[in-house]
């Protein structure tokens, strides 16, 4: 099956500082989704991204479909925005199943 | 709202002792599935659904049962509970026409003695 890595697995921040969380993926995919798990275990959904780049208040994203990754960028982090960040995708043909990475712990300290 | 709600949100039970987690989504949407996230295991798919009545195995659907009589609504079975189960579980729901974006239900932390 399809692997997902992010990387880096754990990420420390200032508040105020930016950062790229980056995902690479071994195969073609036709769904790509950022998710933000909060604290409570809540998946929280920022971006549906197969290809392209979105941008949301202070949150982007970016897929390369051709070679295979994305990137979630956060800029002026804030304490809210600990907790960790998947990527998950979806490969046709797959009934619609996300195969999910293993996740980036972000941890933005005040 | 859109959304897809989950009940109930915290369960904890005794092995064998039948439970059901529900799930219901307003959005009309088609496909329907259930994940449990476990640590080091991350997120994986139980069983899914793509429209009334049509149902599937996942990557882990033993242990569990799913139902899809309405189109809104898709429970989770489990018939005996084992404290393998103990885990962190998912609902969601996807169109199956254009934007494929999943939603994801809120989650059931459920613990099996």
């Known amino acids: 099956g399809i692997q997902v890595e992010q990387s880096p697995p754990d990420l420390i921040l200032q508040e105020g500082a930016n950062s790229t969380l980056r995902c690479n993926f071994s195969?073609?995919?036709?769904?790509l989704q950022w998710f933000h798990q909060n604290p409570w275990g809540q998946l929280i959904n920022l971006f549906y991204?197969?290809?392209g780049t979105k941008q949301n208040g202070r949150l982007s994203a970016t897929t390369v479909a051709t070679e295979r990754y994305s990137l979630l960028y956060i800029s002026s982090s804030q304490t809210t925005d600990s907790g960790v960040y998947f990527c998950?995708?979806?490969?046709?043909?797959?009934?619609?199943?996300?195969?999910f990475g293993k996740g980036i712990t972000l941890s933005v300290r005040p | 709202e859109a959304q897809v709600t989950q009940n109930p949100r915290y369960l904890i039970t005794v092995t064998g002792k039948k439970l059901t987690v529900t799930c219901s989504q307003n959005?009309?949407?088609?496909?329907m599935s259930w994940y449990r996230q476990d640590p080091g295991l991350g997120l994986r798919q139980i069983y899914y659904?793509?429209?009334?009545?049509?149902?599937d195995k996942g990557d882990v659907p033993e242990g569990y049962k799913v139902s899809r009589k309405e189109k809104r609504n898709f429970p989770l079975i489990l018939e005996s509970p084992s404290p393998n189960q103990t885990s962190l579980y998912f609902c969601?729901?996807?169109?199956?026409?254009?934007?494929?974006?999943?939603?994801f239900g809120p989650g059931t932390r459920l613990l099996v003695l």
């Open positions: 969601a729901s996807s169109s199956d026409r254009g934007d494929e974006t999943q939603y």
């Open positions: 195969d073609s995919v036709n769904n």
């Open positions: 991204i197969p290809s």
């Open positions: 998950a995708v979806g490969v046709t043909g797959a009934n619609s199943k996300l195969t």
């Open positions: 959005m009309n949407h088609e496909y």
């Open positions: 659904s793509m429209n009334v009545e049509v149902t």
